[in-house]
């Protein structure tokens, strides 16, 4: 039986997309079946992974239950690793989603058995709590909150862990928080230092040990439409990411 993980964070720029390619990629690696699906307008996830923002049908279809998932699941470059592609045209459905009936529960029922086809199902949330950030809440089994080694970074977790529980408490009473990892980690600066042992003395249970380090390869890789561990392999962001893919199926 599979897991499905919700990769999210209000905050933007905290590595929640990056996060998530790498993850998968490095699940598809290690040759278990994984499932990237991409509910961000931005349709980062889908470029970084070499595909086209326009492909359809998409996750916008999904939702509208205008095609299944067996539709809109298409193969990536990368073996075992499979991919539910976003639109553009998902900016809508944060206005759409409101005024339907049990909206909350849409890509719920939309993803069906995903757990008995992938070990992994990764949902790429877009940065806010908005309907299309829930609808992954009420769908996964796990969150996974990527958090940038800043200050402001820490100030938007009380909030976002006070979301998670009004929807384990209301709408999907089985969600837990698998881990926070770290990311953008520069360790030559005071303040990264400090946010992280902040993280690890405020949530000591919670904090992955592996730490995401800043680096350029990491930041280069999407333009490539890859993963960095197949853009640079030998990488530091690539060793980091096949780390927290070992942590992260240890504590499935």
């Known amino acids: 039986m599979g897991v ?6 209000q905050k933007g720029g905290v590595g929640k997309t990056t996060t998530a390619v ?3 990629a490095c699940i598809a690696e290690a040759g278990y079946e994984a499932l990237l699906v991409d509910i961000d307008p931005q349709c980062n996830a ?3 992974v070499g595909l086209d923002k326009g492909i359809e049908p ?3 279809e ?4 205008e095609a299944t ?3 809109v699941v298409v193969a990536s470059a990368i073996e075992h690793l499979w991919v539910a592609p976003a639109s553009p045209d998902l900016a809508g459905a944060n206005v759409e989603l409101p005024r339907l009936a049990g909206s909350e529960l849409r890509l719920r029922e939309a993803l069906g058995n995903v757990r008995e086809r992938y070990a992994f ?8 709590l908005g309907p299309l950030t829930v609808n992954a809440l009420v769908a996964a089994d796990r969150v996974l909150v990527p958090v940038q080694a800043e200050y402001f970074a820490l100030e938007g977790l009380a909030g976002l862990l006070d979301t ?3 929807v384990q408490r209301e709408l999907n009473p089985r969600l837990t928080v698998a881990g926070m990892v770290v990311t953008m980690y520069d360790a030559r600066t005071r303040l990264a230092q400090d946010v992280q042992r902040e993280m690890r003395a405020h949530f000591p249970d919670l904090v992955f040990e592996t730490v995401i380090p800043r680096n350029v390869r990491i930041g280069e890789a999407p333009s490539f439409g890859k993963p960095v561990i197949h853009h640079d392999p030998h990488s530091a962001g690539a060793t980091a990411y096949f780390e927290l893919a070992k942590e992260v199926a240890s504590r499935a």
């Open 121 to 128: 199902t990764l949902l790429d949330c877009p940065p806010s």
């Open 4 to 9: 499905v993980y919700a990769i999210t964070n």
């Open 69 to 71: 998932i067996d539709e």
């Open 46 to 48: 889908t470029v970084g």
């Open 58 to 60: 998409n996750v916008y």
């Open 22 to 24: 790498n993850l998968s």
């Open 164 to 166: 998670l529980s009004l």
């Open 62 to 65: 999904l939702l509208s239950g």
